[in-house]
T-cell receptor
């Protein structure tokens, strides 16, 4: 049962371009939406997170956009760099549980 | 601080063999988690422990057991390994509910 749907599965972007990864969820009780970044051979690490009381959060070149009515959230990477090449996972959890539900991941490749 | 450590890094088992994956964290976190990562499936929660002395099933607990040995250590046991358990296993910890989860480097397990 996939409660968080992530797309695309893979993404190729040129250096300097914008990378956009989308996620959609079903459970309206979700109230925490983090994005994790994973480099090959490493464990995932928190990149940025948002709660539904705001529609956007920006940290450097990374921005989360959140649309509560559409039950969608997305990660935008501005001025994408080869060092951003990694797998990105969106996730969601609700106040009644300790558990994070992860999307299936997006493999991003940024070419010079 | 080492963060979250996992042993072993790699393991090959034959069907029916048993083994224990070890995880330890030095951040004094209350909550600990075991995930498995499979291509196209994202990260799926196997078991978690919200505090020392408690454990709960996640999304895919069948074929696994866990022990929260103390606040630092959380082990995952495969009693009779099956090829379907071939995966990369990640341990994670967090200070409390809804906090950032910190992941270990992973154990790559192959069951022949």
């Amino acid at each position: 049962q996939q409660q968080v749907k992530q797309s695309p599965q893979s993404l190729i972007v040129q250096k300097g371009g914008i990378s956009i990864i989308n996620c959609a969820y079903e459970n309206t009780a979700f109230d925490y939406f983090p994005w994790y970044q994973q480099f090959p051979g490493k464990g995932p690490a928190l990149l940025i997170a948002i709660r539904p009381d705001v529609s956007e959060k920006k940290e450097g070149r990374f921005t989360i956009s959140f649309n509560k009515s559409a039950k969608q959230f997305s990660l935008h990477i501005m001025d994408s760099q080869p060092g951003d090449s990694a797998t990105y996972f969106c996730a969601a959890s609700n106040i009644n549980t300790d558990k994070l539900i992860f999307g299936t991941g997006t493999r991003l490749q940024v070419f010079p | 601080n080492a963060g979250v450590t996992q042993t072993p890094k790699f393991q090959v088992l034959k069907t029916g063999q048993s083994m224990t994956l070890q995880c330890a964290q030095d951040m004094n976190h209350n909550s600990m988690y075991w995930y498995r990562q499979d291509p196209g499936m994202g990260l799926r929660l196997i078991y978690y422990s919200a505090s020392e002395g408690t454990t709960d099933k996640g999304e895919v607990p069948n074929g696994y057991n866990v022990s929260r040995l103390n606040k630092r250590e959380f082990s995952l046991r495969l009693e009779s390994a099956a090829p379907s358990q071939t995966s990369v296993y990640f341990c994670a910890s967090s200070e409390d509910r809804k906090d950032t989860q910190y992941f270990g480097p992973g154990t790559r397990l192959t069951v022949l």
